[in-house]
């Protein structure tokens, strides 16, 4: 028997944080060399609204410091360049996208996307926690967070004939992924209002986290019950006194530009300097077509950006508030302590993404991913699962 100490894996992983954590706090500090340095740029800060010049120092994925840091192992110059968190999309259905994770990656990284909240409710219509588990599996490993809301309303009425359901113990089970930060979109509106004892169960198991609201054309009465039934979103407006008055009763607000459904511009007149903070953009459904041809996050950012909105503005809108609202610490911002989850852009108007960093890794450049993908196969029992009569 040996007398060497084996250290536990949470042993392990504390000296791994230590070692880490005194290296940026010294690196901070000017006292040690950061692993990256991204130089020159200017730094837009979500907490004051300011560009400030800059540079970011980034050691083991995270943040070390915004200041002056002379010198690093890599040297990443992004003069005339400003430096941004990446872009969030807080509710996306990766099904209608059409692409398999990898190749999203590839669509929307080169793009200044980051993160991803995705509600699997196709996938979960067809093939069950099964399905979602395997496009759960097919998303390690990206470079970018993909997080989940657990699809709440799957079969989306009784009157469909669904491959799969996805019951109160499915959602129990995805709720406790740490990946999963929400209950996903309450589509079923009417059950709500009905005050249903089956939602009420679904509210019930997902207490204590965020809850995605759906509810097209609700206003009045039935949208304060709505709201007071455990709601804390809406991507569903498409009118603006709609949009206000979901706000007034508490919803975050995500003002979708998707493929089919184009709110932004109908919606954009509810950004104003006490709103803003409750408000943020999503894209719901956005086919490989317009994520290719046009962009993703990038793309809303410059459609609501020639509409008026401020730049600066418009970007803290795509990445603090939608990190906030979901709960998601450590992204969203170019600030110590943050992960180095960033891009830099060649023109704050146009949001032209030049690089997109990941955990401090440089990941796109150019308009090309740089990464490499994991490989991937869609397993056996996802196939053939499209029957055409
Ligand atoms: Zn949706």
New binding site residues.
């Given amino acids: 028997m040996s007398d060497e100490h084996q250290y536990t894996d949470a042993e392990s992983a504390y000296f791994k944080w230590l070692w880490q954590w005194r290296r940026r706090t010294a690196i901070a500090q000017g006292l040690y060399e950061p692993a990256t340095v991204l130089k020159g740029g200017r730094v837009l800060n979500v907490f004051s609204g300011e560009l400030i010049e800059a540079d970011v120092a980034v050691d083991a994925g995270v943040i070390a410091g915004v200041g002056q840091f002379p010198d690093a192992r890599d040297v990443i110059d992004v003069r005339g360049m400003i430096v941004t968190p990446s872009f969030i999309d807080p509710?996306l259905?990766l099904e209608s996208t059409l692409l398999w994770p990898p190749e999203l990656a590839r669509a929307v990284v080169p793009h200044g996307t980051g993160a991803i909240i995705a509600?699997p409710h196709e996938i979960a219509n067809v093939a069950g926690l099964p399905g979602v588990e395997s496009l759960r599996a097919a998303t390690q490993g990206l470079p970018l967070d993909i997080r989940y809301t657990a699809p709440s309303c799957v079969p989306a009425s009784p009157l469909e004939s669904p491959g799969a359901s996805f019951e109160l113990h499915d959602i129990e089970a995805m709720l406790a992924w740490p990946d999963t930060l929400a209950l996903g979109?309450l589509m079923n509106f009417p059950g709500v209002l009905a005050a249903d004892p089956e939602i009420g169960a679904r509210i019930w198991v997902s207490n204590g986290q965020p809850r995605d609201g759906h509810a097209p054309g609700l206003r009045g009465p039935k949208l304060q019950a709505y709201a007071g039934a455990g709601m804390h979103s809406d991507?569903e407006s498409f009118e603006l006194g709609e949009a206000r008055d979901k706000l007034r009763a508490g919803l975050v607000i995500m003002m979708r530009q998707g493929s089919s459904e184009k709110n932004l511009l109908d919606l954009l007149p509810l950004v104003d300097d006490e709103t803003w903070p409750r408000i943020t953009f999503c894209s719901?459904d956005r086919d490989c077509h317009d994520l290719t041809e046009y962009g993703h996050v990038d793309d809303i950012l410059r459609t609501a950006i020639r509409s008026g909105l401020d730049p600066v503005r418009a970007i803290r809108m795509a990445t603090w508030n939608p990190a906030r609202h979901w709960r998601m610490d450590g992204i969203g911002a170019v600030a110590p302590g943050y992960r180095a989850n960033l891009v830099a852009l060649t023109n704050l108007e146009s949001v032209s993404v030049e690089h997109t960093f990941h955990n401090g890794r440089l990941v796109a450049s150019g308009g090309e991913l740089l990464a490499s993908l994991p490989p991937t196969t869609i397993p056996d029992f996802l196939r053939h699962s499209v029957n055409v009569a």
């Fill in positions: 509710h259905h509600d979109e991507h719901d």
